[in-house]
C-alpha cells in the first residue's frame, strides 16, 4: 500500500510569509508526528497526534508554529511569519496502536523549506 | 526522559560485523528501546526494537543487558548500502517520551 506522503517536497518563501506543509500518513494509522531536522542534526519532535485525543504540543518551538489533523487523517503544519532559522526538513511519520504493533513509525520523505 | 548518548560516527569494512553501543542511564521501567536508520534526504526507517535480553529480526539483532542501561545494535556482514545514521530512541511507547532522536551515528561502511 501506500506509504507516508508530504507536500510539497521542496518550499522556498520569504521571510515573514506564512507556509502551510501537509502530511498524508499511511491509511488507519491513528498515530501522526512531526519532526524538523536541520542540515547535519538530529530530528526534533514537534508534535503529536494520537486518535482523538489533544495533540501533544510539547515540542513546538514558538507559537508561529500550529498544526491540526482533520478527520484523523490529513495533517496541516503551519508556520506564521517565518524566520531564516525555520530552514530545515520537515518530516511527517505515522503509526498504528493496534497490538501487538510495536509502534513502529513510518516516515515520509520530507519537506525542505527553505527560508530566504 | 531517557537520554542515549552514541558514539558520533564509526567506520567499518564491508563484510564485516558492527555493534554500535548506546548508553540511556536513566531508562525507565516502561520505556522500549527502538532503533532507526536514516540514509541522506530520506525519512529515518524503523530496525529494530526491544525490552531486554536479545531481538533479532532479518537485518539486525539487539541486545539489552539485564540492567538495560545501555544497548548494542548489531549488524551482520555490513555492505556499503548500509552506511547511514543510526538512532538509537528510549522512551514509553506511543508517548512523546519516545519522541527524541538525538544526534545519531554516522556509520560508513568502507569497501
Known amino acids: 500500500g501506500a506509504g507516508v506522503s508530504q507536500s510539497p517536497s521542496n518550499k522556498v518563501t520569504e521571510k515573514g510569509k506564512d507556509v502551510e506543509l501537509r502530511c498524508d500518513p499511511i491509511s488507519g494509522h491513528t498515530a501522526l508526528y512531526w519532526y524538523r531536522q536541520s542540515l547535519g542534526q538530529g530530528l526534533e519532535f514537534l508534535i503529536y497526534?494520537?486518535?482523538?485525543?489533544?495533540?501533544?504540543k510539547s515540542g513546538l518551538p514558538s507559537d508561529r508554529f500550529s498544526a491540526e489533523r482533520t478527520g484523523g487523517s490529513v495533517s496541516t503544519l503551519t508556520i506564521q511569519r517565518t524566520q531564516q532559522e525555520d530552514s530545515a526538513v520537515y518530516l511527517c511519520a505515522s503509526s498504528s496502536w493496534d497490538i501487538p504493533s510495536s509502534y513502529e513509525q513510518y516516515f515520509g520523505p520530507g519537506t525542505r523549506l527553505t527560508v530566504t | 526522559l531517557a537520554k542515549t548518548t552514541q558514539p558520533i560516527s564509526m567506520d567499518s569494512y564491508e563484510g564485516q560485523e558492527v555493534n554500535i553501543t548506546c548508553s540511556h542511564n536513566?531508562?525507565?521501567?516502561?520505556?522500549?528501546i527502538t532503533w532507526y536508520q536514516q540514509f541522506p534526504s530520506q525519512g529515518p526507517r524503523f530496525i529494530i526494537q526491544g525490552y531486554k535480553t536479545k531481538v533479532t529480526n532479518e537485518v539486525a539483532s539487539l541486545f539489552i543487558p539485564a540492567d538495560r542501561k545501555s544497548s548494542t545494535l548489531s549488524l551482520p556482514r555490513v555492505s556499503l548500502s548500509d552506511t547511514a545514521v543510526y538512532y538509537c530512541?528510549?522512551?514509553?511507547?506511543?508517548?512523546?517520551?519516545?519522541?527524541?532522536f538525538g544526534s545519531g551515528t554516522q556509520l560508513t561502511v568502507l569497501p
Open positions: 497526534f494520537q486518535g482523538n485525543s489533544a495533540p501533544d
Open positions: 536513566n531508562i525507565a521501567t516502561n520505556d522500549y
Open positions: 530512541l528510549v522512551g514509553l511507547l506511543g508517548s512523546a517520551r519516545q519522541l527524541t
